[in-house]
């Protein structure tokens, strides 16, 4: 009999904070919660949004779809 194997999909978020306008449409498309607000402003006075829990991201990419400044970019590897 053969085991099936389940491995967790793994991502990283990189986001460019100057292009970054503080929208939130990211924060409400992760379906992990891994993203927030940031405090400190950027060069364009806009809090840009962090990575708040890295460790939830799966690189599903939903935050990259809704960005309209294409400010994240998303990789994911099979852990």
Request: hydrophobic share 30%; aromatic share 8%; charged share 30%.
């Amino acid at each position: 009999m053969k085991k099936t194997v389940h491995r967790k999909a793994k991502g990283r978020i990189v986001i460019d904070r100057e292009l970054c306008k503080g929208c939130t449409y990211c924060i409400e498309a992760c379906p992990k919660g891994s993203l927030g607000v940031g405090e400190k402003f950027n060069s364009n006075g806009y809090f840009p949004v962090y990575s708040l829990h890295p460790e939830k991201c799966t690189g599903c990419a939903l935050c990259a779809r809704m960005c309209p400044e294409i400010a994240i970019e998303v990789w994911r590897e099979e852990a």
